[in-house]
């Protein structure tokens, strides 16, 4: 036996074990490759073309929002956004630092935007929105240093106004989990109509988004497009509102607290719709900051209130057009009926003061309108009681939305007996009755609902529906949809009774001892009224002047009118918070909204 080829004994042992040690490795090679290439093959091969093939969304074009004449309100512009793909990058940390120079963003904030959303695999995540023109260069210099970092341009919104007409635009952000929840067809990170006809209309506004099909290379640079589906543009929306008479009611207002609405009483469409103070719309589009944020919500003056639908307001002596209609139309009074104004009157033990100091005298139903004597409609009311004044001011559109297409409309309140054993578990009391003739007590109204109210007044009789769209057309212009006067009810008074009112009305202007005299225009019959609704009860004696008083206890001044007196064309309401008395405050306002729009009617633009 050739003793080079004998084994020693004690090797043989750990031969063996070796042995089985290759094949048990080899074996669980071949089997780790089958379960790969035979059980995992589908779902590997779709990382793999994930890896290599991606989808990329093209962001729709939002519609144009215009005003009845084709001028622009809301618009689009292209805006350059970062975005960083998580499964292209290598090292996180070596990244965040590279593009928080580039940014002006902190690592950790990166970093943060990376890994807090909930997003499907190899999709981008958004990390800065509209970057400057400097940054984008940055970016696109050292593109090879930034692994898995790409440039997106998606149209975004624009308000080129401005400020003008934020409440009724109002604006975009990115849509939110529950929304989310409730919208079909909507991604996070997609921008959605939050506020205003932006809100109500984005169905129409949205348009439909597109999609490329891209292959990228290993570094996740794109190598060539396979395939693309274009974007659908949304529709554009024309409103009813008018630039001209928009920008100028606005201009009125100034820095005021306040309203002004203007509609054509024929057809219900809103001509403008001023709410002061105002915001500006584009602050919400690339997402607001929080200190942006904090100002608008902690001013005193809460800018972001649609007063016209959300501020709820005694409406004072304007008002009086309703106590003036049930009387007539229950019988309680006629044109001849006449009530003595001393100046108090007493219910009880209890005196109630009339605006003017030593009373208006002997008083029938025209000159209590157009002097707005306080005294005849307390009699009024009294005789009239609560049901019946409430029952009326319902009919009249008060205590109850509009119904125009903006969210968040408030009712407001009519009260009624029953209504306080109800709600405060008391009766109702004689002294609150008179109060509520004038417009005072527990009553609560919105600015459009008086709007509303004089337009129906001005049209004959006929409640509309207060329009703020025209139509929806497609990018060739064809009309899609189109919106026409809604009646949604009818005065409860008779053609005799109108007539009746309506020639008070124009009294307030145009008689000399009218309290609306303040709104005259050469030229122009103007018929309307005026109203002074007190914040705080006074007690007896002297009405302390305006500026005598805190800002916050001034009376509202309130102006309701429409023009020309015999064929309406234009109807306005206006509100000056704690402006002091409408006759001054609101009335002169009024006036020139309405010569504006006359003015504009003629042809000069």
């Not at 290598?90 to 943060?112: C, G, M, N, Y």
């Not at 009755?433 to 509303?452: C, D, E, H, K, R």
């Amino acid at each position: 036996m050739d003793i080079r080829r004998r084994e020693p004994e004690e090797f043989r042992p750990r031969h063996k074990y070796f042995f089985f040690t290759v094949v048990a490795i080899f074996f669980i090679i071949f089997v780790r490759l089958w379960y790969l290439q035979v059980i995992k093959e589908h779902e590997l091969q779709l990382l793999s073309e994930n890896n290599r093939i991606r989808l990329r969304k093209i962001p729709a074009v939002r519609g144009i929002i215009m005003d009845r004449s084709g001028r622009v309100l809301a618009d689009n512009r292209p805006s350059f956004n970062v975005m960083v793909m998580p499964e292209d990058v290598e090292d996180l940390k070596v990244l965040t630092k590279r593009l928080s120079q580039f940014l002006h963003l902190t690592p950790a904030d990166i970093e943060r935007s990376i890994k807090k959303r909930d997003r499907p695999p190899f999709q981008p995540v958004k990390i800065k929105k509209d970057i400057s023109w400097r940054e984008l260069s940055l970016l696109k210099t050292y593109r090879l240093d930034l692994p898995g970092v790409e440039i997106s341009i998606e149209p975004i919104r624009t308000y080129p106004r401005g400020n003008m007409a934020a409440h009724i635009l109002g604006y975009v952000g990115e849509i939110d989990k529950e929304e989310l929840k409730s919208r079909r067809g909507y991604h996070m990170g997609d921008c959605v109509g939050k506020y205003g006809v932006e809100s109500t209309w984005e169905k129409y506004l949205r348009g439909i988004d597109g999609g490329r099909q891209i292959e990228v290379d290993a570094a996740g640079k794109v190598v060539r497009i396979l395939k693309e589906v274009p974007p659908v543009p949304g529709h554009n929306l024309y409103l009813t509102i008018d630039h001209n008479l928009q920008t100028y009611g606005e201009k009125l207002l100034g820095k005021k607290a306040g309203v002004i609405i203007a509609m054509d009483p024929t057809s219900g469409e809103v001509l403008a719709f001023c709410s002061s103070p105002s915001f500006r719309p584009a602050l919400f589009v690339q997402g607001i900051s929080a200190t942006e944020w904090e100002k608008l919500v902690s001013h005193p003056l809460h800018p972001l209130q649609n007063r016209g639908i959300q501020g709820l307001y005694p409406p004072g002596s304007v008002f009086k057009i309703v106590t003036a209609a049930a009387g007539l139309e229950e019988g309680v009074i006629n044109s001849r009926s006449t009530f003595y104004c001393s100046g108090v009157y007493y219910l009880g033990k209890r005196g109630y003061q009339c605006w003017r100091e030593g009373g208006h005298g002997a008083v029938r139903l025209h000159r209590g309108l157009v002097e707005s004597c306080d005294i005849f409609f307390y009699q009024l009311g009294e005789r009239l009681g609560v049901d019946k004044l409430a029952r009326y001011a319902k009919d009249f559109g008060l205590g109850r939305p509009t119904g125009i297409d903006l969210k968040g409309e408030k009712g407001g309140l009519i009260p009624t007996a029953a209504w306080k054993r109800k709600k405060l578990g008391e009766p109702w009391y004689a002294g609150e009755t008179i109060s509520m003739a004038i417009g005072q007590s527990y009553t609560l109204v919105t600015p459009l609902q008086l709007l509303n109210l004089i337009s129906s007044i001005a049209n004959g009789g006929i409640l509309l529906k207060p329009l703020i769209a025209k139509h929806v057309e497609d990018v060739d212009k064809e009309v899609l949809v189109e919106y026409q006067p809604q009646e949604i009810g009818r005065l409860p008074i008779s053609k005799k009774t109108l007539d009746r009112i309506k020639d008070a009305l124009l009294g307030v202007t145009q008689d000399d001892h009218g309290t609306g005299r303040a709104a005259r225009l050469a030229g122009v019959g103007i018929a309307g009224k005026t109203g002074t609704a007190q914040v705080v009860r006074l007690r007896m004696g002297r009405r302390p002047r305006p500026e005598e008083m805190p800002y916050e206890w001034r009376d509202h001044a309130w102006f309701m009118a429409y023009a020309p007196a015999h064929t309406p064309k234009i109807a306005v309401v206006v509100l000056v918070e704690h402006g002091g008395h409408g006759g001054s405050a609101a009335a002169p306002l009024a006036r020139e909204m309405i010569r504006r729009y006359l003015y504009l009617k003629r042809g000069n633009k």
